[in-house]
């Protein structure tokens, strides 16, 4: 036998051998890296500068959801519920209504409460008078629970508000 086959089978010579392709791909990581880096480095930077400067938002984000009114300031939503039935979060808006001498719908109480939503839309989607929105508003953070549960004066939109939302965004009341 050799002494080079021999030192083959030293177990040293095979934590050596081991060693270097450690190495080695360590090498090739750190390249791959770099090569990384230096692609992207020409490339202009994307970072806002937030909040100085705010994001453009898709017409389709879900943000903060708030309550058109008609034009005229009178509450548009008619207390039907079908936005708290659809909610997968239990008991996440709250409504009581009742109807006035002239059988109209009058909401008394209208809560939400945005520390449990999932901001998934489907209220905004069922409403049958298009009176639940979500809006662009992102920055809903604060202090306590109880700051986020938002009450229907703190949801409701004015007349101007609501027909500024509805004009930028091409939509067309079902009932005014």
Known sequence: MSNHSHDAQHPLNAIEHAEGNVVLEGIKAIAQGFATVL???????????YPEVMPELSDRFHGRLSLLSKSDDTDLCIGCQACA????????????????DDKKPVVTRFTIDMGRCIFCGNCT????????????????ADYSREALVLDKKDL?????????????????????
């Open 39 to 49: 692609k992207h480095h020409p490339r202009e930077a994307v970072t806002l500068e």
């Open 85 to 100: 039935r659809v909610c997968p979060c239990d008991d996440l808006i709250q409504i009581d209504m009742h109807r006035d």
């Open 125 to 140: 989607e069922v409403c049958p008078v298009d009176c639940i929105k979500m809006l662009s508003d992102f920055e809903l």
């Open 156 to 176: 409701t939109l004015s007349g101007q508000e609501s027909d500024e939302w509805r004009a930028k965004r091409g939509y067309t009341p079902t009932v005014l």
